[in-house]
């Protein structure tokens, strides 16, 4: 039935249906899992090698620091201009340029005669490869509902902990060969390539709306998605959830372990780089495991506790993490296999959030701006943060140690950033229910009845 005959009283739930069965969305969620897996915060793959590339071009924790900095400082302009990008030519051209280009830097790091050349070509890579970072964020809001949305970024990030967490121990084997951490980026490299081909063969772009239930049954040119400008972008941030979001985001101190956890066992327990990766295995079964099993809880807190179920579950995830950080970082133990287990659990602990605060983040946020929007809270301020925690924690690791790092990153910072989010529950619920006024408005001007 074309859209322009549909009653006033039909049109809202043939537009649900249609939001909830977006053509293509599982396949183009486990094709976008490839793009994330080498750079991807919650799960980089160079920082499982640095103790042999450290070996190697003799370097220490300052210069991992100095590594991880770079990869992401490069990200506050190439997320931006890499999603600018993807609305000019785009969103599947886009990914495939980010992968290959990311993917020929990667190969190029592994030729590296010293650090400074390494630092070069792992920032290159970095640049290219943060770009699928808001694009994939923006593509997973076009296609599932706000009802599915938190369970569909569960399995994207969990499958892309559980890919990582097997490929970066298979990796860390080739650290038992002479030079064998240039055989490790030029895998990682490879990995890069081998995701833009099959994005280019798979992929199939949903349209921006497309999930939301008052446009999915509108052509893409009756949606009236406004353009994109600096002044809309700017408004964004003016937005008070996403605001706070954006301070979460900056004191995140729970992502320090996927930079420094490998060196930390290395330096501090002295287990050899092969044994310590070992422990990436259960961090992302459990990761996956909190991931999937967080977007289907959250599914359920939204039915019996909307909007304040969302903000308590966000709360609880940094409580959980800091309380597992300090019993599994700040004492001694002598096997591998209780440290597996510790990081299992903050592997678990890291996992749930995901689901939730990019879920929260698309809700207040129109379709059209989405991308940028996670370009600014994942590319820029996540940026910011992770920039002083790597160079802060690189250089205090050398007079407090890294246990004390973790201390007051992964355990005290995390405490304070449960406190933040309490300002969610005074304005989280408004800021949802303008966007849907919105696009409620938008629906009634298309189909003429305003």
């Given at each position: 039935m074309d859209v322009q005959t549909n009653t006033p009283q039909s049109a809202p739930a043939e537009g649900e249906a249609q939001a909830r069965h977006v053509p293509h969305r599982w396949r183009n969620l486990?094709?976008?899992?490839?793009?994330?897996?080498?750079?991807?915060?919650?799960?980089?793959?160079?920082?499982?090698?640095?103790?042999?590339?450290?070996?190697?071009?003799?370097?220490?924790?300052?210069?991992?620091?100095?590594?991880?900095?770079?990869?992401?400082?490069?990200?506050?302009?190439?997320?931006?201009?890499?999603?600018?990008?993807?609305?000019?030519?785009?969103?599947?051209?886009?990914?495939?340029?980010?992968?290959?280009?990311?993917?020929?830097?990667?190969?190029?790091?592994?030729?590296?005669?010293?650090?400074?050349?390494?630092?070069?070509?792992?920032?290159?890579?970095?640049?290219?490869?943060?770009?699928?970072?808001?694009?994939?964020?923006?593509?997973?809001?076009?296609?599932?509902?706000?009802?599915?949305?938190?369970?569909?970024?569960?399995?994207?990030?969990?499958?892309?902990?559980?890919?990582?967490?097997?490929?970066?121990?298979?990796?860390?084997?080739?650290?038992?060969?002479?030079?064998?951490?240039?055989?490790?980026?030029?895998?990682?490299?490879?990995?890069?390539?081998?995701?833009?081909?099959?994005?280019?063969?798979?992929?199939?772009?949903?349209?921006?709306?497309?999930?939301?239930?008052?446009?999915?049954?509108?052509?893409?040119?009756?949606?009236?998605?406004?353009?994109?400008?600096?002044?809309?972008?700017?408004?964004?941030?003016?937005?008070?959830?996403?605001?706070?979001?954006?301070?979460?985001?900056?004191?995140?101190?729970?992502?320090?372990?996927?930079?420094?956890?490998?060196?930390?066992?290395?330096?501090?327990?002295?287990?050899?780089?092969?044994?310590?990766?070992?422990?990436?295995?259960?961090?992302?079964?459990?990761y996956f495991a909190g991931t999937v099993g967080g977007g289907w809880f959250l599914k359920f807190l939204d039915r019996v506790w909307p909007h304040k179920g969302r903000v308590a579950y966000i709360q609880g995830a940094q409580v959980f993490f800091a309380v597992v950080a300090f019993l599994g970082t700040q004492f001694n133990y002598t096997s591998i296999a209780i440290y597996a287990v510790f990081w299992a659990l903050m592997g678990f602990g890291q996992g749930v959030n995901p689901p939730v605060n990019r879920s929260i983040v698309a809700a207040v946020i129109l379709p059209e701006l989405r991308g940028q929007g996670f370009a600014i809270w994942l590319t820029i301020f996540e940026t910011i943060g992770w920039a002083l925690f790597s160079l802060g924690a690189g250089a205090l690791a050398e007079t407090l140690g890294l246990t004390g790092v973790f201390l007051w990153i992964m355990v005290v910072l995390m405490l304070v950033n449960a406190a933040v989010l309490t300002g969610l529950y005074f304005c989280y619920g408004r800021d949802v229910a303008r966007v849907n006024d919105m696009l409620e408005l938008r629906r009634q001007e298309a189909l003429g009845l305003k």
């Open positions: 486990i094709v976008l899992t490839g793009v994330s897996v080498v750079d991807n915060t919650e799960s980089g793959l160079t920082s499982t090698i640095f103790p042999s590339i450290a070996h190697a071009l003799k370097l220490n924790s300052g210069h991992l620091g100095l590594l991880a900095a770079i990869g992401k400082i490069v990200a506050v302009p190439a997320g931006p201009a890499w999603t600018w990008l993807g609305a000019r030519i785009g969103r599947r051209n886009t990914l495939v340029l980010i992968t290959l280009v990311g993917g020929v830097f990667g190969a190029l790091a592994g030729f590296a005669q010293d650090f400074t050349q390494l630092l070069i070509f792992n920032g290159l890579m970095s640049a290219a490869m943060v770009g699928g970072v808001p694009i994939s964020n923006a593509i997973i809001a076009d296609s599932f509902d706000d009802v599915n949305r938190g369970k569909a970024v569960g399995y994207f990030y969990g499958f892309i902990s559980l890919i990582s967490s097997f490929v970066g121990p298979l990796i860390a084997l080739f650290t038992g060969l002479t030079d064998g951490w240039r055989y490790g980026m030029w895998t990682i490299g490879g990995i890069c390539i081998l995701a833009g081909l099959i994005v280019a063969a798979l992929y199939k772009d949903p349209g921006v709306g497309a999930a939301e239930k008052q446009l999915a049954d509108l052509s893409e040119s009756k949606r009236h998605l406004s353009r994109v400008t600096v002044k809309s972008v700017a408004s964004i941030m003016k937005v008070p959830t996403f605001s706070i979001m954006m301070l979460s985001r900056l004191l995140s101190g729970h992502l320090l372990i996927n930079i420094f956890g490998i060196q930390f066992l290395v330096t501090v327990h002295h287990f050899n780089n092969a044994v310590a990766a070992t422990v990436l295995v259960p961090f992302g079964l459990a």
